[in-house]
């Protein structure tokens, strides 16, 4: 059974940073496509970066240069560093798993995964 943790957030002023942790359990990462996704109050959920079992990445354009995808050399915990956090960052964080689809993966699309975990709020107070 396929299990995934979020944790790390909590509420910080602008240009500070947060690192968010996702641990699993049941998924081998070399099999899956790993991920961030957010979403804020009445918006759609986004995708924003994405690992995959080469451990190369792809961000959202919002992203870039400031957040990045890691994973812990046991290959059970997703991590997400956010650095220069700005208001618009602030949403419920969540970590995600594809196996297969990774076409759609690398592009971020929410179909593409199937396993999630519960999500981790993020607030940044201008």
């Known amino acids: 059974q396929v299990q995934m943790v979020e944790s790390g957030g909590g509420f910080v002023q602008a240009g500070e940073s947060l690192k968010l942790s996702c641990t699993t359990s049941g998924l081998e990462f070399d099999n899956y496509a790993m991920t961030w996704f957010r979403q804020a109050p009445g918006k759609e959920r986004e995708g924003v970066a994405v690992i995959n079992s080469a451990r190369s990445s792809n961000y959202a354009d919002s992203v870039k240069g400031r957040f990045t995808i890691s994973q812990d050399n046991a290959k059970t915990t997703l991590y997400l560093q956010m650095n220069n956090l700005k208001p618009e960052d602030t949403a419920m964080y969540y970590c995600?798993?594809?196996?297969?689809?990774?076409?759609?993966?690398?592009?971020?699309?929410?179909?593409?995964?199937?396993?999630w975990g519960q999500g981790t709020q993020v607030t940044v107070s201008s």
């Open positions: 995600a798993a594809a196996l297969g689809n990774y076409y759609s993966a690398w592009r971020l699309r929410k179909e593409a995964f199937g396993y």
